[in-house]
Each structure stands twice: as structure tokens, then as C-alpha cells.
């Protein structure tokens, strides 16, 4: 018996395969899936903080890069370039969990349909397996996007 998130994904599927072939459309759904979450990235994660965070986490560590003095001074240095890494992470942390939903509901949506699919013929079962197609869009199209969007 499947999920409702499967028999949606399976009736969107089956319309997309009358134009597309699998192939196609397993790198579709990587690629919208990327975006989903770049998206969603974007939409939860404080920009400007992140950005003020990584603005002064680049001069601690140029800081740190140009000193010549002794080390206990650099320890200082290595303390404020550790703590603002540590600090843009925990701001990035929630909005990036968040940001892993639509992947997830995609893979869960489409794995009932594509879990024996091989979108090449030869080679090792992983790079055959339509998830590497589908992940490898989705992370060209999230960084696409990041960069295309300057998201932090």
C-alpha cells in the first residue's frame, strides 16, 4: 500500500512520462528538487546575519594569517576565528534541516517508482542507480541557484 506523498508523485510522474523519458525526468526532479531547497534555504536562513557572521570570520582569520607575534596572542585570535565559524553555523543549522524536506519528500515520493531504474547501462550498481542522477542535479542546481541568488 503506498503513502499519499507516493500516489501524488506517482500521478505527476506518470503525466511527465508522456512527453519525457525516465531519464529525463529523474534529472527534472533532481534539479527541482535542488532549487526546493535553495528556496527554502533562503527563505528561513537570517541572510545578513549570516553574511555579518561571514564578513567577520574572514578578518579574524586574515587577522590570524598576519600575525607574527607570540602564542598566546594567536590563541586569542584562533578563539575569535573558531567562535564566529561556530556561530554562523548555529544560525545556519535550523534553516539548512529545513531546507532538507523537499528533498526528502521527493526521494520518498519517487523511490517506489524509480528504485530499479539504471539511467546508464554499464558500471557500478551506485553510479547506475537513478539516485545518483538525482542527487547529482539536485547539487548542481542548489549551487546554481546559491550562486545565481548570492545565498549565504
Not at 527554502?40 to 537570517?46: D, E, I, L, N, T
Not at 553574511?51 to 587577522?63: S, T
Not at 594567536?74 to 564566529?84: D, E, G, I, N
Request: net charge positive; charged share 15%; hydrophobic share 55%.
Amino acid at each position: 500500500m503506498s503513502s499519499p506523498i507516493e500516489q501524488v508523485f506517482a500521478w505527476i510522474d506518470a503525466g511527465a512520462g508522456l512527453v519525457a523519458g525516465e531519464t529525463i525526468r529523474v534529472l527534472v526532479w533532481g534539479l527541482a528538487a535542488g532549487v526546493l531547497s535553495m528556496l527554502v534555504y533562503r527563505r528561513f536562513s537570517p541572510q545578513a546575519r549570516l553574511q555579518e557572521l561571514g564578513v567577520q570570520a574572514a578578518d579574524a582569520r586574515r587577522a590570524l594569517n598576519a600575525h607574527t607575534g607570540d602564542f598566546s596572542e594567536a590563541l586569542v585570535l584562533m578563539r575569535a576565528s573558531c567562535t564566529l565559524s561556530l556561530q554562523r553555523l548555529k544560525v545556519a543549522l535550523l534553516p539548512s534541516l529545513l531546507a532538507g524536506l523537499p528533498v526528502i519528500l521527493l526521494l520518498i515520493g519517487l523511490q517506489p517508482r524509480y528504485e530499479s531504474f539504471a539511467w546508464i547501462e554499464s558500471g557500478p550498481e551506485w553510479v547506475r542507480s537513478w539516485l545518483t542522477l538525482f542527487f547529482g542535479s539536485t547539487l548542481v542546481s542548489a549551487l546554481a541557484l546559491k550562486f545565481v541568488l548570492k545565498i549565504q
